[in-house]
T-cell receptor
Framework: NAGVTQTPKFQVLKTGQSMTLQCAQD?????MYWYRQDPGMGLRLIYY???????DKGEVPNGYNVSRLNKREFSLRLESAAPSQTSVYFC???????????FGQGTRLTVV | GNSVTQMEGPVTLSEEAFLTINCTYT??????LFWYVQYPGEGLQLLLK?????DKGSNKGFEATYRKETTSFHLEKGSVQVSDSAVYFC???????????FGSGTRLQVQP
């Protein structure tokens, strides 16, 4: 049972480059999320998707776009990377209300 | 939206000591409450949860009680082990977004 799978695990970008972080879950969950984790700040919600075909902004959406490609996959795109986007990115998914969210292993992104 | 205040770390304890990590939150309504744990280099894992007032969540010797009156969800363990060294996150569920709001995390270091 793979759970939530993120790719890549590590990435270094130059300022201005673009890239897409991939996330897939195999638990048939409706809801999926992208968070970023920065030292001393916990995890902050970037975007979320309550169901296939819908996406909404979280706390820190600026500089990011997302696509809910199908029920399994939820990608995060950086169109023009900036050093302030250096962070660890986590994808998560959850089922019915009040049930836990399952997290991927994270993508460590460095923008130089 | 929700907000969470956790005690700052690191918390350093000797093996078999008693642990308390304080967590208070502000939220609309009565959200489900979660504690997640992050071991070095890994993603987040659910530690325990409580879905309504006065519920007690428990797992692996850890406990937390949903206190509606004080909007708190403090984490406790009677006897910590070196293997409990990790970062602990308190997280109420945002009932509107159905997404978790995380505190800044508390790093626990247990010494032999």
């Amino acid at each position: 049972n793979a759970g939530v799978t993120q790719t890549p695990k590590f990435q270094v970008l130059k300022t201005g480059q673009s890239m897409t972080l991939q996330c897939a879950q195999d638990m048939n969950h409706n809801s999926m999320y992208w968070y970023r984790q920065d030292p001393g700040m916990g995890l902050r919600l970037i975007y979320y998707s309550a169901s296939e075909g819908t996406t909404d902004k979280g706390e820190v959406p600026n500089g990011y776009n997302v696509s809910r490609l199908n029920k399994r996959e939820f990608s995060l795109r950086l169109e023009s990377a900036a050093p302030s986007q250096t962070s660890v990115y986590f994808c998560a998914s959850s089922g019915p209300m009040n049930t836990e969210a399952f997290f991927g292993q994270g993508t460590r992104l460095t923008v130089v | 939206g929700n907000s969470v205040t956790q005690m700052e770390g690191p918390v350093t304890l000797s093996e078999e000591a008693f642990l308390t990590i304080n967590c208070t939150y502000t939220a609309t309504g009565y959200p489900s409450l979660f504690w997640y744990v992050q071991y070095p280099g890994e993603g987040l894992q659910l530690l325990l949860k409580a879905t309504k007032a006065d519920d007690k969540g428990s797992n692996k010797g850890f406990e937390a009680t949903y206190r509606k009156e004080t909007t708190s969800f403090h984490l406790e363990k009677g006897s910590v082990q070196v293997s409990d060294s990790a970062v602990y996150f308190c997280a109420p569920m945002d009932t509107g977004r159905r997404a978790l709001t995380f505190g800044s995390g508390t790093r626990l270091q247990v010494q032999p």
